[in-house]
């Protein structure tokens, strides 16, 4: 069952807890909707990881926070998943989010895109590159989280079927 693997691997409420940078959330962090391992809480925490993970900005982590307390979502899944973006993955995830943008606004003459040109000519480039964040960042959130229940739905049916057919093994000998 999914419930069981997700206990396995994510972390406990008191090491999450014991994080300085978190600290600014109190007791809102002890809120038990955010820790349950519900399939609609971890699909929603797959969302908010995932968006949050593809917008182009410092302290993600609060962000993803701050949404996980707001909207019920499973804190922790929301929390891991925003590691989608890290230093090896940004510069392909930027550069792709910056072309969407540009694909919608038709723009004629783009910048060159680079990190020096990123920051060097920040305010041609933003609304490119966050229009094209927030669009691939609903998209992909949406998918991953279609496929989370998915997952989670066929998981959940083969263990009901295992058990009845274990069941029937048992109730015929």
Not at 21 to 48: C, D, E, M, N
Not at 67 to 87: D, H, K, Q, R, T
Not at 91 to 119: D, R
Not at 144 to 173: D, G
Request: aromatic fraction near 16%.
């Amino acid at each position: 069952m999914p419930r069981k693997k997700l206990k396995k691997i994510l972390p406990t409420h008191e090491k999450i807890q014991k994080q300085k940078f978190l600290k600014i959330f109190g007791k809102l962090l002890y809120k038990k909707q955010i820790w349950s391992l519900s399939r609609r809480k971890v699909a929603l925490g797959v969302f908010i990881g995932i968006f949050v993970a593809c917008i182009p900005m410092p302290l993600q982590m609060l962000l993803a926070t701050f949404l996980a307390i707001v909207f019920n979502a499973n804190f922790p899944i929301s929390f891991a998943l925003i590691f989608v973006s890290n230093p090896v993955t940004m510069p392909p995830l930027f550069y792709f989010e910056y072309e969407i943008g540009n694909f919608i606004f038709q723009t004629k003459n783009p910048v060159t895109f680079s990190f020096k040109s990123m920051y060097d000519n920040m305010d041609q480039i933003a609304l490119s590159l966050y229009t094209g964040a927030i669009v691939l960042g609903v998209v992909s959130a949406l998918i991953c989280m279609y496929f989370t229940n998915f997952y989670w739905i066929k998981s959940v049916r083969k263990t009901r079927n295992q058990r009845s057919i274990e069941n029937l093994m048992k109730s015929s000998n």
